[in-house]
């Protein structure tokens, strides 16, 4: 069974609007947490990470995480969306294998 | 700053051919991985190498083979390719295996007709 699961295929805002991305995961102990994104016809950047302490993640280019252990969710969020923001976003959890398992990928489309 | 450098970048194979995927890091790591991708599916892994001289499978390895050559290179061999092997391949690596950030490659298109 999939551990991460990310609802949203794809999502479209305008430019200027916020964003949240939903992660959701099934790991029984504290996940290791991560969201990447990928630009058209590039690997994986790494946006932000959670290993333990403070619940609200920072990462690059604004954007931010929240870990929330009662709902199992790693939602992804940036308060002003710009068009270079345009492209797939992967949750990721460390499983109990110590594999790193993704999820589908949310697809981010931005109006101008 | 390389990082993690993936060739060839675009490959179309026929039914039945094999080709290896060639990975180099150049950040001391010593885990390696390979992951496929492929629509709507996220990324998958199909072999991993903790550490120098060992390999292991992950969660898609049939049809594939691994070498870990030596601490900065990992290849993947496709020794019969089929169709649906066809997909972007993905390398990576992390300091250390299992809770570690992974860094990735830009990925191989690899087709199968």
């Known amino acids: 069974a999939q551990s991460v699961t990310q609802p949203d295929i794809h999502i479209t805002v305008s430019e200027g609007a916020s964003l949240e991305l939903r992660c959701n995961y099934s790991y029984g102990a504290t996940p290791y947490l991560f969201w990447y994104v990928q630009s058209p016809g590039q690997g994986l950047q790494l946006l932000l990470k959670?290993?333990?302490?403070?619940?609200l993640v920072q990462g690059i280019k604004g954007f931010e995480a929240e870990f929330k252990r009662s709902q199992s969710s790693f939602n992804l969020r940036k308060p002003s969306v710009h068009w270079s923001d345009a492209a797939e976003y992967f949750c990721a959890v460390y499983n109990a294998g110590n594999m790193l398992t993704f999820g589908g990928g949310t697809r981010l489309m931005v109006k101008p | 700053n390389a990082g993690v450098t993936q060739t060839p970048k675009f490959q179309v194979l026929k039914t039945g051919q094999s080709m290896t995927l060639q990975c180099a890091q150049d950040?001391?790591?010593?885990?390696m991985y390979w992951y496929r991708q492929d629509p709507g599916m996220g990324l998958r892994l199909i072999y991993y190498?903790?550490?120098?001289?060992?390999?292991d499978k992950g969660e898609v390895p049939n049809g594939y083979n691994v070498s870990r050559l030596n601490k900065r290179e990992f290849s993947l061999r496709l020794e019969s390719a089929a169709p649906s092997q066809t997909s972007v391949y993905f390398c990576?690596?992390?300091?250390?295996?299992?809770?570690?950030?992974?860094?990735f490659g830009e990925g191989s298109w690899l087709t199968v007709v």
């Open positions: 190498s903790a550490s120098e001289g060992t390999t």
């Open positions: 950040m001391n790591h010593n885990s």
């Open positions: 990576a690596s992390s300091e250390t295996y299992g809770g570690n950030t992974i860094y």
């Open positions: 959670y290993f333990s302490g403070d619940t």
